[in-house]
């Protein structure tokens, strides 16, 4: 397959069912999507449409219940689970908006994690990326820290070198400045920018603006459909 003619992310009439006792909740309800190589994407839409369900199908931290995902040509429902983790730690990085970092590990143990699943890389050559990843964020000084001796916005740079240290195709970021201020949240936009700038694919939901604005294109989600 032609890699680079293909768009890096494929939808095909994806949905998404959450079924509990009383309810029956269609988060995503059929959309058709591409996302080419490059492109920076902000989706917007008010809390409850669905788009942390969509984040998280396109980082394949869950599964469709219907329809089609093809990353970067590969059918992930026709793939096997070991596949579809191997993808997930090549071609994804993830920003949360509640950083999720891991408490009991050092700042830098937490950006070098992606790497150590990662078959055939050195300890050492672990340690110099992820060194390298935090000075990418101006975060070096903190590498022995601990999450909790960081602020909110020290701990989401932390996140975004996590999510770069493997250079990934993809970046997801779910509401990446919803816990920061405006100073700190300018700062992880900046940061998304200039991965943008290196070839990454960004797709961000946010809820702010003057955010959504600076992407190159931007999506509207309503009731699991793209509006
Ligand atoms: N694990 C789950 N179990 C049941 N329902 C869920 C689950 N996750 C999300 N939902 C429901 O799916 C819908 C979309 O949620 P979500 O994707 O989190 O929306 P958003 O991120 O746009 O606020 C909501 O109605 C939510 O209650
Ligand atoms: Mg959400």
Redesign the pocket.
Known sequence: MNEQATALIQLSKLSRI?T?DTLE?H?IAGIDLEIGRGEYVSIE?P????????LHLLGLLDEPSGGEYRLAGVPITEIDAEERARLRNREIGFVFQSFNLIPEMTVAENVALPLVYRPGLKAGEITDRARAALARVNMTERADHRPAQLSGGQQQRVAIARALVGEPSLVLADEPTGNLDQANGDQVMGLLEELHAGGTTIVM?THNPAYSQRAARRLN?LDGSLA
């Open positions: 959450f509990t909740t988060a839409g809390s409850g449409c669905g788009k942390s369900t969509l939901v989600m």
